[in-house]
């Protein structure tokens, strides 16, 4: 029985003390006494997953001039691949993966980015709740009006470093005849093409700062007098409305969600130079997902892509951050047996037996 609890503290050590990439999910007991949600979903409360996985995250963050020739850097991370492999026992979905190590010559084109992330997710048939926080440090320099030639190196700056915590949360109107699970955790199975008015909204702390001013010397005259920042801070408060829905065809699903709204900025940056400005401005927020796959009774795999995207005025610098995740993955289902069957609440009874 112990077992079951040191699985638990294990997942949550890794987290704490490795923070490659970890995520958590937890997924509420369905009920199958609804017959209309019966027709279009299937849930799976007497099973058990398995499932490797291959992952990549990012962090970037976008410089805009707003006036002028309107001229734009991009900054980032050379975030390599994730691989490893995920579980979903006692109706906790668990993730570990670390990453793939980049070759000599992507570390010499786009410089090398050390990347902390930790992510829980709770999902349940009408709310989901994502909590999150990120750690970036090095990043190159995508600049869009300079053609590079494919063996030269990127600009870099390996002391800039991102910092992104935050929390969102997401309704779904049509809970009854649409699951998000089914085609981002596959804790469901979608029966019939469905869709539903989403609603997402959420608070986020994001910063990115440098040893010296974020925008190189080279680009100052393009940006004026804001080329001296060196340290951004951009705390958002969001709501977005938005759609969703699931096309099926024999197992196979395409899954697609738009959500767009206003959004509340507190923002602060500092200089070069020590002087510092605070300001308020309203804005927009944007959350994109895109999935695609097979859902069956025992084998499911698929691909999915996740985009939150913030924009920032300040002065005449417009800062527009990104938080990405693609993701590939098959798995397997098995029927629960021994204490397997308990779920995530029962443990501690169980440890303490």
Not at 41 to 65: A, C, G, T, Y
Not at 276 to 281: E, F
Not at 298 to 322: P, W, Y
Request: hydrophobic residues 40%; contains cysteine.
């Amino acid at each position: 029985m112990k077992f079951c609890w040191l699985f638990l503290w294990c997942v949550s050590f890794v987290a704490a003390r490795a923070q490659d990439d970890v995520t958590v999910t937890v997924a509420p007991q369905q009920s199958t006494s609804d017959s209309v949600r019966a027709q279009y979903i299937k849930p799976f409360p007497d099973h058990f997953f398995i499932w490797p996985v291959l992952k990549q995250r990012s962090l970037d963050f976008e410089m805009r001039n707003m006036e002028g020739d309107k001229k734009s850097l991009t900054y980032k991370s050379n975030k390599p691949y994730s691989i490893g492999v995920g579980a979903y026992l006692f109706e906790l979905a668990v993730e570990l993966t670390f990453a793939v190590p980049l070759n000599e010559e992507s570390k010499r084109i786009y410089g090398e980015s050390d990347a902390r992330d930790l992510q829980l997710n709770v999902i349940g048939k009408r709310w989901g709740v994502d909590l999150y926080r990120q750690k970036y440090s090095g990043f190159y320099i995508d600049d869009p009006d300079v053609e590079m030639m494919p063996d030269q190196p990127y600009p870099q700056r390996a002391d800039i470093e991102t910092k992104n915590t935050g929390a969102s949360v997401n309704y779904t109107f049509n809970h009854q005849k649409f699951s998000f699970r089914s085609a981002y955790n596959f804790a469901d199975r979608q029966l019939r093409s469905a869709g539903s008015f989403v609603l997402f909204g959420g608070i986020s702390w994001f910063s990115a700062a440098g040893d010296s001013a974020i925008i190189n010397p080279v680009y100052a005259p393009d940006f004026g007098e804001a080329a001296d920042i060196r340290k951004i801070k951009v705390t958002t408060l969001s709501v977005a409305p938005g759609y969703t829905y699931s096309l099926i065809y024999k197992g196979f699903y395409l899954n697609g969600a738009l959500a767009i709204g206003p959004a509340h900025n507190w923002l602060y940056f500092e200089t070069d130079n020590g002087d510092s400005k605070n300001d308020i401005k309203f804005n927009f927020s944007i959350a994109g997902r895109i999935g695609i796959g097979y859902n069956g009774d025992v084998f499911f795999g698929g691909l999915s892509f996740m985009n939150q995207g913030r924009n920032a005025k300040f002065d005449t610098i417009e800062l527009s951050s990104s938080f990405a995740t693609f993701k590939v993955l098959f798995g397997f289902r098995f029927r629960e047996f021994g204490i397997l069957k308990k779920r995530v609440v029962d443990l501690p009874k169980e440890f303490l037996k």
